[in-house]
């Protein structure tokens, strides 16, 4: 990156945010590929919207009390940050893993900033979450964690102010806790978060949204290579919600899914994934993915989870956690003749592993577009909440497709237009931003 305005914005960037790493990558890979923008947008420049857009509206950090079994008071620490309104309400999921800290949710707002951007729907960006750990944790004290988490945030977010959503650690379950939480503090029946149940105002086709949309952008993404899922042997790191529902659809679109994990190790099934056996160990029963191989004959169960980058295969989706992919893991998967990388996950490949696929040129569908099915899906049920009304599975299911098909035309369009056709991560980048920065520009200095 030459430019200096970039320049001097990515010094600020790290000088305020000295121990954040995964933040600092993923403010730079979007500097650097606004590089081409900024050259011929100096009204932008004028308007100093790249370092106004760095930094977040607010940053909430909370204490987050809970009884536990024992009837001991523990202590977690809870997050929101509210990275930008210029588009729509702050609208972005809830992460509770042990790794959560300040550095993991400010990067994840920030992307959300230009995935929810690029979904054509008006929402902002934000991210929240807790270092909680639901894992071993009883239906009980996740409950009582979440209501002590509502206890604090209701009072930041609002229909019309922030809608939080799921993530890593936060389903159905912890959505329910949630809701009620916030129901019974406000005495207010509103929408004021997405992935909710069915029968209390939850969308249809949210909970498969994510995945479906990852396979619907990368199959706009090989159709528009002369290839298709056909045929194809497929890896999707994860077995939570974003891996479960890519299995199913990678699988309807004619592809051998191999392989899966989970933060302990990895399965593979030369017969293909079986998503019933999947979805029941993981959605319904919470157990680690290496029961698979009792009922499965044929499959094997491999302790790390690095190692199923190793498996051959001609299409890799990520689906689990940040960085997941490094330099060696990209390096082995193109030697195995991996072609595409798509990424369900937020951030997970580190930069080297992107420039090995580049050097290696692979197809590669980058998170912020690639996995915007979810919270597009989030943006229609909000619709239907406002509405009062409730969408069939497949006239939600027909939107996501759509809107996939038009966040990759507009990542490739953008990308040709800036001088780097098939540069769908540059594409992404730029598109997201033009729409807010122009949105930034308009509403004066805020
Ligand atoms: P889940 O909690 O349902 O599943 C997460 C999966 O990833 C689990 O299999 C988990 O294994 C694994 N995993 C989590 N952390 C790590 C880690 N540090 N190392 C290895 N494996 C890990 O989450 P989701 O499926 O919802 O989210 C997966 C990814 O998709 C995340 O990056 C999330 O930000 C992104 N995403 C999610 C969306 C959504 O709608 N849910 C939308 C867009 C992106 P284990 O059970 O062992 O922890
Ligand atoms: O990373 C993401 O886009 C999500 N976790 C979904 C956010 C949402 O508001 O549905």
């Known amino acids: 990156m030459k430019n200096a305005y970039l320049l001097s914005v990515l010094e600020t960037v790290k000088k305020r945010?000295?121990?954040?790493?995964?933040?600092?990558?993923?403010?730079?890979?979007?500097?650097?590929?606004?590089?081409?923008?900024?050259?011929?947008?100096?009204?932008?420049?004028?308007?100093?919207?790249?370092?106004?857009?760095?930094?977040?509206?607010?940053?909430i950090i909370f204490r987050v009390p809970w009884v536990d079994d024992q009837g001991k008071i523990q202590v977690n620490r809870g997050y929101r940050i509210q990275f930008n309104d210029a588009i729509?309400?702050?609208?972005?999921?809830?992460?509770?893993?042990?790794?959560?800290?300040v550095g993991i949710i400010k990067f994840l707002g920030f992307e959300q900033i230009f995935k929810n951007s690029l979904t054509t729907l008006p929402m902002g960006g934000a991210k929240g979450g807790s270092d909680f750990d639901p894992k071993g944790k009883s239906d009980n004290e996740v409950m009582r964690f979440c209501q002590s988490f509502i206890n604090e945030l209701y009072r930041h977010i609002g229909k019309d102010i922030d809608v939080p959503a799921g993530d890593i650690g936060t389903g159905a379950r912890e959505i329910g806790y949630m809701f009620g939480q916030y129901k019974k503090l406000t005495g207010e029946w509103s929408g004021i978060l997405t992935g909710k149940g069915i029968p209390y105002g939850g969308s249809l086709a949210r909970t498969e949204a994510t995945g479906y949309g990852l396979c619907y952008f990368t199959d706009e993404m090989l159709h528009a290579n002369g290839k298709s899922f056909e045929g194809q042997t497929v890896v999707i790191s994860g077995s939570g919600n974003v891996a479960l529902y890519a299995l199913q659809k990678a699988t309807q679109l004619g592809a051998k899914v191999v392989a899966m994990s989970d933060s302990n190790g990895y399965v593979v099934d030369p017969n293909g994934m079986d998503f019933a056996a999947v979805?029941?160990?993981?959605?319904?029963?919470?157990?680690?993915?290496k029961e698979y191989v009792a009922t499965h004959p044929g499959s094997e169960y491999h302790e790390g989870c690095s190692g199923i980058w190793t498996i051959p295969c001609?299409?890799?989706?990520?689906?689990?956690?940040?960085?997941?992919?490094?330099?060696?893991?990209?390096?082995?998967?193109?030697?195995n003749g991996c072609y595409c990388v798509s990424e369900g996950a937020n951030m997970p490949s580190t930069p080297e592993a992107i420039e090995v696929y580049f050097a290696n040129k692979m197809l590669y569908g980058p998170a912020k577009a690639a996995n915007a099915g979810g919270v597009a899906t989030s943006g229609l049920e909000m619709c239907q909440n406002s509405a009062r009304l409730s969408w069939t599975f497949e006239e939600v299911d027909s939107k996501l497709h759509g809107i996939m098909k038009n966040i990759f035309a507009a990542?490739?369009?953008?990308?040709?237009?800036?001088?780097?056709?098939?540069n769908y991560m540059a594409g992404a980048n730029i598109a997201g931003f033009l729409k807010v920065a122009e949105a930034m520009k308009a509403q004066g200095c805020v």
């Open 314 to 335: 001609d299409i890799a989706l990520p689906c689990a956690t940040q960085n997941e992919i490094d330099k060696a893991s990209a390096e082995i998967l193109a030697k």
């Open 411 to 422: 990542c490739d369009s953008a990308a040709k237009e800036y001088g780097m056709p098939g």
């Open 279 to 289: 979805r029941e160990l993981k959605e319904v029963e919470r157990k680690r993915i």
């Open 88 to 101: 729509g309400p702050y609208k972005g999921g809830i992460r509770l893993h042990p790794s959560v800290y």
């Open 17 to 59: 945010n000295p121990a954040e790493p995964e933040f600092i990558q993923a403010v730079t890979e979007v500097l650097e590929s606004l590089e081409p923008v900024i050259e011929k947008r100096p009204d932008l420049v004028e308007a100093n919207v790249v370092e106004r857009i760095v930094e977040p509206d607010r940053q």
